[in-house]
C-alpha cells in the first residue's frame, strides 16, 4: 500500500520539526525507514530546499528520501545534485510550458534523477483550476514526449463535479480521479486533445447512474391553460439567426434548462442572449 501512496510529503518547515518528533516517538528498532519527500511551495529558494535534505540524511536510516517537489524555476537544475527523484511544478503559460516540457524530457534520458513534471489541478493562489482543454494539453504533451507526469490538488472525488468549495464558501469545480485516469489511457492510446479534454470535461450526475438511460417521465403540475393568458405570457426572445442543435438528454435525465444555460456560458465562451429557447 506504500508503494501505491507514495512518500510522506513535507514542506521544508516541517522537515526542520521531523528530528524532534522523531524524537519524541521513537520508532520499533526493525521499523522500516519512512519514505519521505521535500515538497518546496512556490518560493521556497534552494538553499531552503538544502538544508532540508540535509536534516533528513542526518537521521540516517530513519527516513529515506524519495522526492523533491519544487517550483520549475531557474535554480531547479541545483536540487538534481542531491540525487533523488524531481517533480517540478510547470507553469499554466502554454508557450513557457512546451519549452519547460522539453527541457525536462531531455534531463529524464541522461540517465540522472527521474525528473516528473508536475502540475496542478485545483484552483491557488497563482490561477483558477485549470479547464478541460489546459489539463488535456499537459497530459499529451507530456505523454508525447514519453515524460512522466504527477497531478496535485482537489482529486478528492472519483469523477468531476461541482464541490463545496474548500474555502467554505460558495462552490467549485473539481477534476475526477476517474476522468483523470481515463484522459491518460486515452492519451496513450493516441487520441488527439480534444477528445482527451472530453473525457475530462464528463461530470457527475449526482445520484443518477453515469450513463444517460430511460427514466420515467416526471411528473408535472396540471394547470388550466388559459392560466399564462391571463397573465399575459410571455416574451419569447428572438431566434433570428440561430442554429437549432439536439442534446440526447432532458428532462428525463433530471438536466434542467438552467443547467444546460449554465454549462454553455463556463464552458462555451457563450452569453446568455446567445442562447435561445431550450
Same mark, same amino acid.
Given at each position: 500500500?506504500?508503494?501505491?501512496?507514495? =512518500?510522506?510529503?513535507?514542506? %521544508?518547515?516541517? %522537515?526542520?520539526?521531523?528530528?524532534?518528533?522523531?524524537?519524541?516517538? =521513537?520508532?520499533?528498532?526493525?521499523?522500516?525507514?519512512?519514505?519521505?519527500?521535500?515538497?518546496?511551495?512556490?518560493? /521556497?529558494?534552494?538553499?531552503?530546499?538544502?538544508?532540508?535534505?540535509?536534516?533528513? +540524511?542526518?537521521?540516517?536510516?530513519?527516513? +529515506?528520501?524519495? %522526492? %523533491?517537489?519544487? *517550483?520549475?524555476?531557474?535554480?531547479? $537544475?541545483?536540487?538534481?545534485? $542531491?540525487?533523488?527523484?524531481?517533480?517540478?511544478? !510547470? #507553469?499554466?503559460?502554454?508557450?513557457?510550458?512546451?519549452?519547460?516540457?522539453?527541457?525536462? *524530457? *531531455?534531463?529524464?534520458?541522461?540517465?540522472?534523477?527521474?525528473?516528473?513534471?508536475?502540475?496542478?489541478?485545483?484552483?491557488? #493562489?497563482?490561477?483558477?483550476?485549470?479547464? =478541460?482543454?489546459?489539463?488535456?494539453?499537459?497530459?499529451?504533451?507530456?505523454?508525447?514526449?514519453?515524460?512522466?507526469?504527477?497531478? /496535485?490538488?482537489?482529486?478528492?472525488?472519483?469523477? *468531476?463535479?461541482?464541490?463545496?468549495?474548500?474555502?467554505?464558501?460558495? /462552490?467549485?469545480?473539481?477534476?475526477?480521479?476517474?476522468?483523470?485516469? $481515463? !484522459?491518460?489511457?486515452?492519451?496513450?492510446?493516441?487520441?488527439?486533445?480534444?477528445?482527451?479534454?472530453?473525457?475530462?470535461?464528463?461530470?457527475?450526475?449526482?445520484?443518477?447512474?453515469?450513463?444517460?438511460?430511460?427514466? =420515467?417521465? #416526471?411528473?408535472?403540475?396540471?394547470?388550466?391553460?388559459?392560466?399564462?393568458?391571463?397573465?399575459?405570457?410571455?416574451?419569447?426572445?428572438?431566434?433570428?439567426?440561430?442554429?437549432?442543435?439536439?442534446?440526447?438528454?432532458? $428532462?428525463?435525465?433530471?438536466?434542467?434548462?438552467?443547467?444546460?444555460?449554465?454549462?454553455? /456560458?463556463?464552458?462555451?465562451?457563450?452569453?446568455?442572449?446567445?442562447?435561445?429557447?431550450?
Amino acid at each position: 500500500l506504500g508503494s501505491r501512496l507514495g =512518500p510522506l510529503l513535507l514542506s %521544508v518547515d516541517a %522537515v526542520a520539526q521531523l528530528p524532534q518528533v522523531l524524537a519524541d516517538s =521513537p520508532a520499533a528498532p526493525d521499523a522500516a525507514a519512512l519514505p519521505v519527500g521535500i515538497a518546496a511551495r512556490p518560493g /521556497t529558494g534552494t538553499e531552503a530546499v538544502t538544508r532540508a535534505v540535509a536534516t533528513l +540524511r542526518g537521521l540516517g536510516e530513519q527516513v +529515506r528520501l524519495e %522526492v %523533491v517537489e519544487r *517550483a520549475a524555476d531557474a535554480d531547479w $537544475h541545483a536540487t538534481a545534485d $542531491h540525487g533523488v527523484d524531481l517533480a517540478l511544478e !510547470a #507553469p499554466r503559460d502554454p508557450a513557457t510550458l512546451e519549452s519547460l516540457l522539453d527541457r525536462l *524530457a *531531455a534531463s529524464d534520458r541522461t540517465g540522472g534523477p527521474r525528473v516528473v513534471a508536475k502540475w496542478r489541478t485545483q484552483a491557488s #493562489p497563482a490561477g483558477p483550476i485549470p479547464t =478541460p482543454d489546459e489539463l488535456a494539453a499537459f497530459i499529451t504533451a507530456c505523454v508525447g514526449r514519453s515524460l512522466p507526469f504527477k497531478l /496535485t490538488g482537489g482529486l478528492h472525488h472519483a469523477v *468531476a463535479r461541482t464541490a463545496p468549495a474548500q474555502s467554505g464558501e460558495g /462552490t467549485e469545480e473539481m477534476h475526477g480521479a476517474l476522468n483523470v485516469a $481515463h !484522459a491518460t489511457h486515452l492519451a496513450l492510446s493516441g487520441a488527439p486533445a480534444s477528445k482527451v479534454a472530453a473525457a475530462l470535461a464528463v461530470i457527475s450526475q449526482g445520484d443518477q447512474p453515469f450513463f444517460a438511460q430511460e427514466l =420515467p417521465e #416526471p411528473k408535472r403540475k396540471e394547470r388550466d391553460r388559459g392560466e399564462r393568458s391571463e397573465r399575459g405570457g410571455r416574451t419569447p426572445r428572438s431566434e433570428e439567426g440561430k442554429a437549432t442543435y439536439w442534446m440526447a438528454v432532458g $428532462h428525463k435525465h433530471r438536466a434542467l434548462p438552467g443547467s444546460i444555460v449554465g454549462a454553455l /456560458t463556463n464552458e462555451g465562451g457563450l452569453k446568455g442572449s446567445d442562447i435561445g429557447a431550450i
